[in-house]
Structures are given as C-alpha cells and as structure tokens.
C-alpha cells in the first residue's frame, strides 16, 4: 500500500526568509503524480504545485519550487521569501493511475508558521 | 462556474440520527472525492466516483457510510446512525482526468461540511 510521511509536524520561518518543508512516499508504481497542497486556517485546501512522476525536472511555481528525487522517494517543498499569507497546514500527496484508478493520499501535513 | 459546492456547511446531530451531505463538483470534472478531515490531521480517502461509477470504497468505511453519484453529476453521502467518532470536516473534491489538459489530475476541494455528533 502506498503511504506518504511528512515528518515535521509544525514549522516556524521568518518572513522573507526559505523554509524546506519534507516528504517521503512509498510505492511500487512507476507512473504516479505527486501534489502539495496548502489549507490556510479555517479555508479551503488548494493546490500550490505538481509533478508528475516520470518529468525529471523539478516542478516550480513562484515562490513553490520542488525538489523531487524518485529513487530515494522524496519530494521537498522549498518555499522563497516566506510570506504571511503563507501561514497554513501543507499536506503532500500522491496520486497513482493504475488498474484504472486514481487515488490520492495525502500525508498528516505540516503546519507552517510565518513570523513577522 | 464557482468551483465546488458542499452543502450543508455546518451539521450537529444527536447520534443516532441519519445525516446527508451533498457535493456539487466543477461541472465538466469526471471524478468526485469523497474526504474525512479531523483536526490536526491530513485528509482520509472514503471513496471516489469516475461519472457515476462508484470506483473505489475504503475498506475504513462502514456499512453505515454509502455515497451515490446519480447521472455523474452531484454526488451525496449519508451517514446512517450517526456516532459521536464521525465527528469530522467531510471534503468533497473533484478531478478532471484528461492527460492532455494542463489541470489533469488536480483535486479542487469544497470548504468541507463539519458534522458534530452529540
């Protein structure tokens, strides 16, 4: 069964500072996607940035860069000059296509704090 | 289109009680998802739809849980004989599963419907 681990449950970064928030997954599939998402408080979840499995380039978006190592089954993500807005539980999450089913599972998130 | 809609927003229940929740998806998504959210936690699959085929089911869910999606358009699940440990943020979130569209495979999520078991 696939499983994904975040190991930092909480995270403090001063604004305008990077902050490298981890993950790691476990499965036997070769075609998978790999998501971060970002609930603020009390809002919904959205997507901040994907990548998709057999891309070997790292996926960036703004300030949101990844770092994805697939033989080592990890996928960091980098946040640059950290915002207050930034402020939220960060969940990871893999999503495999196989047998005809796609499914996602998420980690237990990390909360990250941005400090003025 | 205004993304998914969750409804009702809020439930408190006395246990025992049968409860309904209702998703609206993004209109042309093919996948809905159904979440359980509690606090501090990440997001536990229950079950997924592709149109109005029910795919997959956790093997977590009990025979109380049972999730419809008629037609392939909105979907509802309903919690028979409500106990106070289904206390939770349901989410609800749909997919679009085409390779060829950028947004492929991205999960849009509700604002959830919180249920309170009492």
């Known amino acids: 069964a696939q499983t994904v681990t975040q190991s930092q449950p909480e995270m403090s970064v001063q604004e305008a500072e990077t902050v490298t928030l981890s993950c790691t997954y476990d499965?036997?599939?070769?075609?998978?996607?790999l998501f971060w998402y970002k609930q603020p408080p009390s809002r919904q979840m959205i997507l901040v940035i994907r990548?998709?499995?057999?891309?070997?380039q790292n996926a960036t978006e703004n300030r949101f860069s990844v770092n994805f190592q697939k033989a080592a089954k990890s996928f960091s993500l980098k946040i640059s000059d950290s915002q207050l807005g930034d402020t939220a539980m960060y969940f990871c999450?893999?999503?495999?296509?196989?047998?005809?089913?796609?499914?996602?599972?998420f980690g237990t998130g990390t909360r990250l704090k941005v400090l003025a | 289109d205004t993304g998914v809609s969750q409804d009702p927003r809020h439930k408190i229940t006395k246990r025992g009680q049968n409860v309904t929740f209702r998703c609206d998806p993004i209109s042309e998504h093919n996948r809905l998802y159904w979440y359980r959210q509690t606090l501090g936690q990440g997001p536990e699959f229950l079950t997924y739809?592709?149109?109005?085929?029910?795919?997959?089911k956790s093997r977590l869910l009990s025979d109380r849980f049972s999730a419809e999606r008629p037609k392939g358009s909105f979907s509802t699940l309903e919690i028979q004989r409500t106990e106070q440990g289904d206390s939770a943020m349901y989410l609800c979130?749909?997919?679009?599963?085409?390779?060829?569209?950028?947004?492929?495979?991205?999960?849009?999520f509700g604002a959830g419907s919180r249920l309170t078991v009492l």
């Open positions: 499965t036997s599939e070769n075609n998978y996607y």
């Open positions: 739809f592709q149109n109005e085929a029910q795919l997959e």
């Open positions: 979130a749909s997919s679009l599963g085409d390779r060829e569209s950028s947004g492929a495979n991205v999960l849009t």
């Open positions: 990548q998709e499995a057999y891309k070997q």
């Open positions: 999450a893999f999503m495999k296509h196989t047998s005809g089913t796609y499914k996602y599972i």
